[in-house]
């Protein structure tokens, strides 16, 4: 069995815990002080229970159980140590601070996967290594999304309602793919598919498709009642699935100037979930039992990750990159406008921009060579 940290106590971060620890693995399980109440339920425990929901009620005897959690951190040089695999599973805006806590730490040997990586977020991560002294050879890889589909439900419980058939996965440097996934093999057989670099990875994002425009087009909603709907049984609707589909347009077309052959937004959720027969961004998510089904799952308000990450993390991203490009972004950039005049914050600026990844003023190859190379 292997040994692995996971940096995040979130919904995802709990539910690879959890999965891995039912499965025999050394889990370190870190997050800051400022979670630390997410911590001591954990620790007291020796673990989470993993309950089963929406696709996985099939497999339910099997899925279910206890994972043992053999570390429970707040000091991330202890829950490093000796690992040669660290997941990072945190919201965009949590990747440049775990990499500066971790960053006199981090050794030339030790693998560091995002759990997503949003867009371009490896090379953040790198980035912001070297900004706090870290110039060790280190290798970073992505995930195009996270693995599960879950929600933490309790203290020391995770909802698992399904994990995804495939998962696309790039590195810095683009190089090094094949022997991430040999080492993640370990923890995921045969669950992961080399992409060439991180431009396949960050513009298949299928948040930055679905929740931006999701929740800025149930922006009353979400505000009068608190989040007290079913974000996507009820808030899909035909005329929000059609602005999703204009997203997903604009990021091929982003993509394709890059050379990257990506699948459609449906074609992509039908290789993660299955069902075919579900035509169209409505047919499917309308009645996905992965999705929704379960009570009231709409953000609380606009502060939530599906504006304050997939926007400034995401698509402030591609819309600099179709800009780099001559590529125009017009759905994209009007939803960045909306949530910044929202939120009162110019995402633009704020957000993950190609001048804050010395990306800023270079051709397409050369931005094809930086992210592929990290230099």
């Known amino acids: 069995m292997g040994k692995v940290a996971i940096l995040g106590s ?3 971060g709990c539910a690879y815990s959890a999965y891995l620890g039912k499965r025999g693995h050394e889990v370190h399980l870190w997050d800051s002080e400022r979670f630390k109440g997410n911590l001591d339920p954990i620790a007291e425990r020796g673990g989470m229970d993993i309950i089963a929901g929406g696709n996985m009620t099939e497999h339910k005897s099997e899925e279910e159980g206890f994972g043992e959690i053999a570390m429970v951190t707040t000091d991330i040089q202890k829950a490093i140590e000796g690992v040669e695999v660290i997941m990072v599973v945190v919201p965009g805006f949590g990747i440049a601070p775990i990499a500066e806590q971790i960053a006199p730490y981090l050794k030339a040997n030790q ?10 977020g490896s090379l ?6 070297r900004k706090n002294g870290n110039n060790e050879d280190v290798t970073i890889c992505e995930g195009a999304s996270n693995i599960f589909a879950c929600r933490r439900v309790g203290p020391t419980k995770v909802r ?3 994990i995804k058939n495939e998962m696309e996965l790039a590195s810095i440097p683009s190089d090094r793919i094949k022997h991430c996934i040999s080492k993640l093999n370990e923890f995921y057989p045969d669950r992961f598919v080399a992409m060439p670099n991180i431009l396949y990875t960050g513009l298949n994002y299928n948040n930055l498709i679905i929740h931006p425009a999701g929740a800025l087009l149930n922006m009353g909603r979400i505000e009068f009642t608190k989040g ?5 049984w009820e808030g899909l609707t035909p005329g929000v699935c059609r602005n999703i589909e204009a997203v997903d347009e604009e ?16 074609e992509q959720n039908h290789a993660y979930y299955g069902h075919p027969e579900r035509k169209t961004i409505y047919d499917f998510f309308s009645v996905s039992e992965v999705h929704g089904g379960e009570g009231p799952s709409a953000p609380q308000n606009l502060q ?3 504006i304050s990450e997939d926007i400034p993390f995401a698509l402030v991203a591609v819309s600099a990159l179709g800009s780099a490009v001559g590529v125009e972004t017009p759905t994209i950039d009007a939803l960045i406008t909306v ?18 990844l010395r990306l800023d003023g270079l051709n397409r190859e050369g931005i094809i060579n930086r992210i592929e190379t990290g230099k």
């Open 10 to 12: 979130g919904n995802g």
């Open 111 to 120: 693998i560091v996967m995002l759990n997503p990586g949003q867009v371009l």
């Open 124 to 129: 953040e991560f790198l980035e912001t290594l």
């Open 160 to 162: 698992i309602s399904a």
């Open 228 to 232: 007290d709907y079913d974000f996507y």
């Open 251 to 266: 990021r091929l077309a982003v993509a394709e100037k890059f050379g990257c052959k990506l699948p459609t937004f449906i």
């Open 304 to 306: 939530h990750r599906y």
């Open 339 to 356: 949530a910044s005049k929202a939120n009162q914050e110019e995402y633009r600026v704020t957000g993950r921009s190609l001048k804050n």
